[in-house]
């Protein structure tokens, strides 16, 4: 049997697997997605964009698709664990200071609409069954409508969600704090005194009863609500129970006292709170990315956008190495870089089940109150907001001299390129995937023309929000790794490799 051949191979067709493609399909190079499902999973799943991934999608021109499919409604502000403060994104300089309500089969419509445009493809009902690694590369087999097939990538990423293939084939551990809660979400057409306004804080929302049910409504297209659940009947169930009509209209009852009813349900599905996470993102060509590599509950809306920056961070990365522009050594810092990430997630949104349990006793109530209390506080706020945003994530840059926007996400300011057009923001100049040095003052950047296939270099004036640099080097993902002074040509070999090494594709 014949294998297709391909420079990766994704597993998973979701959010951080279709990121990961369309990355490298804008970086040339290829890529093949397999998935099990015979088309998008329809259910809304993940509801919420956070300020950095809306940043991220439009670094690559995704943004403006994806607030066309959104949700209208404006929620205001973000929220920890449902408490009633909104927390300020806008705080921390960003141009979208709102979560973006957005179904997930809606993100996964725009990006593999681009990975289309961008010649990618997405192997429908191909059920992975075998996989083998050796030092050149990976062979799997998979199961098609057609019968078996064989493929062969220089590496695989697995992007195959919380029950991955995958990871159980190779035999990766993965440790962490089983299921203590059991929760299910559901699209539905609700009836009675649904809460239909178009703006308020998620806090308003949800509603629980004593004997420890949980429902919070949100509005999804025109006559259908997404109802996030739980209570002593769903505690019970197992994983693949199906949600039933009568085990929504238990919960509704409970909360809202008989005046919302459920008519029919389109989409359910059943979650817990487990919180896992592979030690090491990365087992020779394999790499793991989104729920593969870490799974927690959905508190706070964070699933999604984790999965997909992990895809942002890995898929310039692996197109550098597979084009010979850099050794394989620029992986490691992907786990670096990432692991860190979810491990504080993990951490986060455990701390948001104690707060948002039905506990009334153990204090619990009394912690409620306190941390109500402190995110009233401005500077409190603006950490949590950073946080739960991933606005606040500064990454390491060993080579560069010491600045303040050093490792930080680089402002989309307002910028004037000279040559008579209207002005541009720093995210137009991103769409091509390389990365860019902006030069802010005439600054002596000679050397940097060594790197010119690699990255591209703007002479601009900062018109709005100065990023108070001569010249900033900013990597494909958006993030600053060097801010004037010493280290430019250092910077630029880790990160981009050698200077003049055009990418023969012999590296990795």
Same mark, same amino acid.
């Given at each position: 049997?014949?294998?297709?051949?391909?420079?990766?191979?994704?597993?998973?067709?979701?959010? /951080?697997?279709?990121?990961?493609? #369309?990355?490298?399909?804008?970086?040339?190079?290829?890529?093949?997605?397999?998935?099990?499902?015979?088309?998008? =999973?329809?259910?809304?799943?993940?509801?919420?964009?956070? +300020?950095?991934?809306?940043?991220?999608?439009? &670094?690559?021109?995704?943004?403006?698709?994806?607030?066309?499919?959104?949700?209208?409604?404006?929620?205001?502000?973000?929220?920890?664990?449902?408490?009633?403060?909104?927390?300020?994104?806008?705080?921390?300089?960003?141009?979208?200071?709102?979560?973006? &309500?957005?179904?997930?089969?809606?993100?996964?419509?725009?990006?593999?609409?681009?990975?289309?445009?961008?010649?990618?493809? @997405?192997?429908?009902?191909?059920?992975?069954?075998?996989?083998?690694?050796?030092?050149?590369?990976?062979?799997?087999?998979?199961?098609?409508?057609?019968?078996?097939?064989?493929?062969?990538?220089?590496?695989?990423? /697995?992007?195959?969600?919380?029950?991955?293939?995958?990871?159980?084939?190779?035999? *990766?551990?993965?440790? $962490?704090?089983?299921?203590?809660?059991?929760?299910?979400?559901?699209? %539905?057409?609700?009836?009675?005194? @649904?809460?239909?306004? #178009?703006?308020?804080?998620?806090?308003?929302?949800?509603?629980?009863?004593?004997? $420890?049910?949980?429902?919070?409504?949100?509005?999804? /297209?025109?006559?259908? !609500?997404?109802?996030?659940?739980?209570?002593?009947?769903?505690?019970?169930?197992?994983?693949?129970?199906?949600?039933?009509?009568?085990?929504?209209?238990?919960?509704?009852?409970?909360?809202?006292?008989?005046?919302?009813?459920?008519?029919?349900?389109?989409? /359910?599905?059943?979650?817990?709170?487990?919180?896992?996470?592979?030690?090491?993102?990365? !087992?020779?060509?394999?790499?793991? *990315?989104?729920?593969?590599? !870490?799974? !927690?509950?959905?508190?706070?809306?964070?699933?999604? =956008?984790?999965?997909?920056?992990?895809?942002?961070?890995?898929?310039?990365?692996?197109?550098?190495?597979?084009?010979?522009? @850099?050794?394989?050594?620029?992986?490691?810092?992907?786990?670096?870089?990432?692991?860190?990430?979810?491990?504080?997630?993990?951490?986060?949104?455990?701390?948001?089940?104690?707060?948002?349990?039905?506990?009334?006793?153990?204090?619990?109530?009394?912690?409620?109150?306190?941390?109500?209390?402190?995110?009233?506080? +401005?500077?409190? =706020?603006?950490?949590?907001?950073?946080?739960?945003?991933?606005?606040?994530?500064?990454?390491?840059?060993?080579?560069?001299?010491?600045?303040?926007?050093?490792?930080?996400?680089?402002?989309?300011?307002?910028?004037?390129?000279?040559?008579?057009?209207?002005?541009?923001?720093?995210?137009?100049?991103?769409?091509?995937?390389?990365?860019?040095?902006?030069?802010?003052?005439?600054?002596? %950047?000679?050397?940097?023309?060594?790197?010119?296939?690699?990255?591209?270099?703007?002479?601009?004036?900062?018109?709005?929000?100065? +990023?108070?640099?001569?010249?900033?080097?900013?990597? +494909?993902?958006?993030?600053?790794?060097?801010?004037?002074?010493?280290?430019?040509?250092? #910077?630029?070999?880790?990160?981009?490799?050698?200077?003049?090494?055009?990418?023969?594709?012999?590296?990795?």
């Amino acid at each position: 049997m014949n294998a297709q051949v391909t420079g990766v191979i994704v597993v998973g067709a979701g959010g /951080a697997g279709l990121t990961l493609a #369309t990355e490298l399909a804008l970086a040339g190079v290829p890529a093949v997605v397999l998935d099990r499902l015979p088309g998008r =999973n329809l259910q809304s799943r993940a509801g919420a964009i956070q +300020p950095r991934t809306a940043e991220m999608l439009a &670094l690559r021109g995704l943004l403006d698709d994806t607030l066309g499919r959104s949700i209208d409604y404006r929620l205001v502000g973000g929220h920890f664990a449902g408490l009633p403060v909104p927390l300020d994104y806008a705080a921390w300089d960003t141009r979208y200071p709102h979560p973006v &309500l957005l179904p997930q089969d809606q993100l996964e419509a725009v990006l593999e609409d681009r990975l289309a445009e961008l010649g990618g493809q @997405v192997l429908r009902e191909h059920r992975l069954t075998g996989l083998r690694q050796d030092p050149d590369g990976v062979t799997v087999t998979v199961t098609a409508p057609d019968g078996d097939r064989t493929l062969r990538g220089r590496y695989l990423v /697995a992007c195959d969600g919380a029950h991955s293939s995958v990871r159980k084939i190779i035999g *990766a551990a993965f440790p $962490g704090e089983a299921a203590t809660a059991r929760m299910a979400t559901a699209d %539905l057409v609700l009836t009675g005194d @649904v809460d239909d306004s #178009t703006t308020g804080h998620i806090s308003s929302r949800i509603h629980t009863s004593p004997q $420890g049910h949980f429902a919070m409504i949100t509005p999804l /297209a025109t006559g259908l !609500h997404k109802l996030i659940l739980s209570g002593p009947r769903t505690m019970a169930a197992e994983r693949d129970a199906p949600v039933t009509t009568e085990e929504v209209r238990e919960v509704l009852q409970a909360t809202h006292g008989g005046k919302v009813d459920v008519a029919e349900i389109r989409y /359910a599905s059943r979650f817990s709170n487990a919180s896992r996470q592979l030690e090491q993102y990365r !087992h020779g060509r394999v790499l793991f *990315a989104g729920d593969s590599a !870490h799974i !927690h509950s959905p508190a706070g809306g964070q699933g999604l =956008n984790l999965g997909v920056q992990d895809a942002f961070n890995l898929g310039w990365k692996l197109a550098a190495v597979l084009r010979g522009e @850099v050794g394989e050594e620029l992986l490691d810092t992907y786990q670096a870089e990432r692991h860190p990430v979810a491990a504080r997630v993990l951490a986060l949104t455990r701390a948001q089940g104690v707060v948002m349990g039905p506990q009334r006793d153990g204090g619990v109530p009394e912690l409620r109150d306190v941390l109500t209390d402190l995110l009233r506080l +401005p500077d409190a =706020n603006r950490y949590m907001a950073g946080v739960m945003a991933g606005l606040d994530l500064c990454l390491p840059s060993p080579d560069a001299a010491p600045h303040p926007l050093l490792g930080l996400r680089m402002p989309d300011v307002d910028l004037d390129l000279g040559d008579g057009e209207p002005p541009v923001r720093f995210s137009d100049l991103t769409r091509t995937g390389r990365g860019v040095l902006l030069d802010l003052a005439e600054a002596p %950047l000679a050397a940097a023309a060594a790197w010119s296939d690699r990255i591209t270099r703007v002479r601009a004036r900062a018109i709005s929000g100065s +990023p108070d640099a001569e010249a900033v080097l900013v990597r +494909p993902d958006g993030y600053v790794c060097w801010a004037g002074g010493a280290g430019l040509a250092e #910077t630029l070999t880790r990160w981009f490799g050698p200077a003049g090494r055009a990418g023969d594709g012999t590296s990795g």
